[in-house]
């Protein structure tokens, strides 16, 4: 309305004057003007407001729901749920604040920001995961039990997942991973990479962590853990026939199945050289030293939930940004060869061998930039403080976003850019954070790692395969980002010249 009026009073005057492409040139400087006036304002306003750690940008909403329906609604958009982060950030700059179910949410963007809530974790900023997600993980699950605890806990574990324990599970993973593309090449037909991942995903982590192998009771299973999966964001009523309470349920099968396998090893019914065992080992030990029966429960439930889908995610991204990167695929598939041709024909892969892939590294370090697994880390703020010069109060939640950080240009060059060897160089901390960081950082990173590059060598060395579906919309389904089609493509056997 009011560029209306401008417009038309500008035209009166000068009808007469100057011809009709210098009056239009004048009303657009004018605009251009006034706008970018606007701007320059808004955003030394919004400046000011956060150097003077008041009025962060950003839209609360009506009190308790804020911009819940949006936020709920972003998370079933196949254009992603950081979609609702991008569009405030297009709003109101690099800082904002929202509010989601009654709790203000402030999205960190900076190195300064994470080392910041990093070097305080369990301190001025805790973990606070939602009630279904605290029910279900269980009461001693690493994602609940307070500092103490958890420093125990992940001292005892963080020894089973180290590289040098993980690695003597290559053979058992390769031999997974060979069967597997071999059956899905034999039959010819397109698959989605997410299905076949997902199954692969579980099954290995099933295999190392308890050598569960039984196909049936791995579906059984994966069928319950999907039922908790589906109930992690609902409301924590326990009535027959909600999501909540289907996912109660599971949980109890598995757990009741976990109590089952560990009292037959204790028994001596069964043996298995698998990470159950080497918490087993421990049962003549002093408490301090060891995990209680509920513990090791509760934490092999925890990896297991938090392990398959973002594992089986991030092999998905993998063959998408191969696909979509020829020469990337041309450049790992030779460092593949070149470990194949120095192996006995036919023989598994050792731990050894993988140490040798440093380009298949990179490819899975940029794969994990760009697809953003976990695409922020909430954490609760326990006093009022400033981060990065942003004044937070107390209770409200500061969301370390490495999405935002891997794709800052000042950070990353290039970040739309899928280069592999931007890893040749070291990243200073704080500027690469696909597993987290400090005393939180993944415990599974090692274990993922493994699985990421087992697979990646017998598909490159074994296969070509054609993209069956290229619709780049998102599953509108949670946190993960993940391909609505699952990726579908159809594997031939490599033919090298
Ligand atoms: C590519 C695959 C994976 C990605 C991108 C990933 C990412 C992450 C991230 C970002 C966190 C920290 C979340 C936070 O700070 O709030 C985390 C924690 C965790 N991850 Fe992973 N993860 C992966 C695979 C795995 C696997 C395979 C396992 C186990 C088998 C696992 C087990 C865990 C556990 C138990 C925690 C909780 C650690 C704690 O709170 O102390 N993850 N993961």
Redesign the pocket.
Same mark, same amino acid.
């Given at each position: 309305m009011m560029f209306g009026t401008f417009s038309k009073l500008i035209l009166e005057e000068y009808d007469e004057k100057y011809d009709d492409v210098i009056v239009f040139s004048s009303i657009i400087t004018i605009i251009i003007i006034v706008v970018g006036a606007a701007v320059i304002l808004n955003l030394d306003r919004k400046k000011k407001s956060i150097s003077s750690g008041n009025g962060i940008p950003g839209r609360l909403g009506i009190p308790f729901l804020g911009e819940t329906i949006s936020f709920l609604a972003a998370t079933k958009s196949t254009k992603g749920v950081y979609h609702f982060v991008t569009l405030r950030r297009q709003r109101y700059g690099k800082w904002f604040k929202t509010r989601i179910l009654g709790r203000t949410h402030v999205f960190v963007p900076s190195i300064e920001g994470a080392k910041m809530v990093y070097s305080n974790e369990f301190g001025l900023f805790k973990?606070e995961l939602i009630k279904s997600i605290q029910d279900l993980a269980g009461r001693k699950s690493?994602?609940v039990v307070p500092k103490d605890s958890?420093n125990k806990i992940?001292a005892l574990l963080s020894d089973t997942?180290s590289m040098n324990n993980v690695s003597k599970f290559v053979p058992k993973i390769d031999h997974m991973v060979s069967q597997r593309l071999n059956k899905m090449e034999t039959h010819g037909k397109s698959f989605p990479v997410l299905d076949f991942t997902m199954k692969l995903g579980f099954d290995a982590?099933c295999d190392t962590?308890l050598s569960i192998t039984d196909p049936g009771l791995l579906e059984q299973m994966e069928n319950d853990f999907k039922a908790v999966y589906n109930g992690t964001l609902s409301f924590p009523l326990k009535i027959p026939g909600t999501l909540y309470y289907k996912a109660v349920k599971a949980r109890q099968r598995i757990i009741a199945r976990f109590k089952s396998i560990i009292a037959d090893r204790r028994s001596g019914k069964t043996f298995s050289d698998d990470f159950l065992q080497s918490m087993l080992q421990k049962d003549s030990y002093p408490i301090e030293e060891k995990l209680d029966d509920e513990e090791i429960m509760d934490?092999i439930f925890?990896?297991?939930l938090?392990?398959q889908s973002?594992?089986a995610t991030?092999m998905m991204w993998n063959v998408k940004y191969l696909s979509d990167n020829q020469q990337v695929q041309n450049i790992l598939r030779d460092e593949q060869l070149q470990v194949l041709r120095q192996k006995p024909d036919g023989a598994l892969l050792t731990y050894e061998e993988v140490k040798k892939m440093p380009y298949g590294l990179k490819v899975i370090k940029e794969t994990?930039r760009m697809a953003n697994?976990?695409l922020w880390?909430?954490r609760v703020a326990s006093a009022d403080c400033t981060v990065d010069g942003v004044e937070i109060k107390k209770g409200w939640y500061v969301n370390v976003d490495s999405t935002y950080i891997h794709y800052d240009p000042k950070i990353h060059k290039d970040p739309l850019q899928f280069n592999p060897s931007r890893f040749d160089e070291m990243q200073k901390p704080y500027t690469y =954070?696909?597993?987290?960081s400090g005393?939180?950082?993944?415990?599974?990173?090692n =274990?993922?790692k493994v699985?990421?590059l087992v697979f990646l060598h017998r598909l490159t060395t074994g296969y070509e395969w054609s993209v069956d579906d290229e619709d780049p919309s998102l599953l509108g389904k949670g946190f993960i980002p993940k391909l609505r089609s699952g990726f579908p493509i159809t594997l031939k056997p490599l033919i090298i010249n």
């Open positions: 973990k690493v994602f958890h992940r997942f982590i962590l934490n925890t990896l297991i938090s392990g973002t594992t991030a994990l697994i976990v880390f909430p =954070m696909p597993f987290s005393p939180r950082t993944c415990l599974g990173l =274990m993922a699985i990421m």
